[in-house]
């Protein structure tokens, strides 16, 4: 498979068991067995570095790259039209949903993405935790 230059930091790092330990495989892409996944469909790649979703062409840069693979990434560096289009999958891939089914509750973590990124590209949504103690999570942030 080749993926081009853009893509191919990203996805060979799923091929390593070495390089796996930042990647994000609960909001971003996972591989099952020679199948890339993120949420409830297929995620292709083609030579340029674009992303295929459920026959849905979505140009890549390497900020979008870094959002859908990384634990951590660099805030600052991200733009609002990869943070438009990593909502864009999210959506269309119920990807950050429990169970990956559409209309199913917020799937909520600890991890700084959701807090930094996933919780906020929702704003307005009232997500109940499970913690030992029931608590609402009221989300604000910048709409698009």
């Known amino acids: 498979m080749t993926v081009g230059a ?7 790092s799923y091929l390593y068991e070495s390089k796996r330990r930042g990647l994000d495989t609960e909001y971003g892409i996972r591989r099952d067995a020679d199948v890339f996944m993120i949420g409830d469909s297929r995620f292709g790649v083609d030579r ?3 992303i295929h979703i459920k026959n ?9 790259w870094e959002i859908l ?4 990434m660099d805030k600052k560096s991200i733009t609002t039209d990869d ?11 119920n990807a950050h949903l ?8 917020f799937r ?8 930094d990124v996933i919780s906020r590209l ?8 499970q913690s030992g103690v029931e608590a609402a999570l009221h989300l604000e942030w910048v709409t698009y």
């Open 6 to 12: 853009l893509a191919s930091p990203y996805v060979s």
């Open 48 to 50: 340029d570095g674009n």
């Open 56 to 64: 849905v062409e979505i140009p890549a840069t390497k900020n979008l």
């Open 69 to 72: 693979t990384c634990k951590k």
């Open 83 to 93: 943070l438009k289009q990593y909502k864009a999958i999210l959506e269309m891939t």
């Open 98 to 105: 429990e169970g990956y089914e559409p209309h199913a509750n």
């Open 108 to 115: 909520t973590s600890k991890c700084l993405k959701f807090r």
């Open 122 to 129: 929702f704003p307005g949504t009232t997500i109940t935790r």
